[in-house]
């Protein structure tokens, strides 16, 4: 099927064509509205507690470096921690869901490159990870 283009939009298109008007570049505008935004994940499934503290601290400084503006920290849920079966271990802090937060809070030169920790999540039984959002780097 072939559409005959009626004499107004000719009439228009040779308008556009003989006009100085520029037209406004949209790309433009969208590439300059964007802001780089980099997001990581680390996953610490099997690790011990001295492990996944040990590997946060390291993942953590690497991603403040290479500007990384989110981080997510895949712990699981601790269902299938064995912490109930020994009387001498914290039912909360020997689960990496609990402890790898508390860890983080409690060290200084990380938290110096933290802006907030998603503890809703951390909090939250039905959620196995939570989020680390990170300053810039200066």
């Known amino acids: ?10 009439k228009d298109w040779q308008d556009f064509l ?12 969208i590439s ?8 990581r994940s680390i996953d610490l499934h099997g ?7 040990q590997k946060m601290n390291s993942f953590i400084e690497e ?3 290479n500007g990384v503006n989110k981080i997510n920290v895949i712990t699981g849920k601790g269902l299938r921690s064995k912490n109930s079966n020994d009387p001498y271990q914290s039912s909360n802090l020997s689960i990496l869901k609990y402890s790898v937060p508390n860890f983080i809070k409690g060290s200084d030169h990380l938290m ?3 802006i907030r920790i998603d503890y809703d999540a951390v909090k939250n039984p039905t959620i196995g990870n939570f989020d680390i959002f990170l300053r810039k780097k200066k």
Do not use: G, P, W
């Open 1 to 10: 099927m072939i559409k005959k283009i009626s004499d107004k939009d000719k």
């Open 112 to 114: 110096k490159k933290i």
């Open 63 to 65: 991603c403040f470096i």
């Open 18 to 29: 003989n006009s100085t008007d520029k037209l406004e570049n949209k790309d433009q505008k």
């Open 32 to 39: 300059v509205a964007s802001k780089r935004y980099i997001e």
């Open 47 to 53: 690790y011990t507690l001295q492990e996944a503290n």
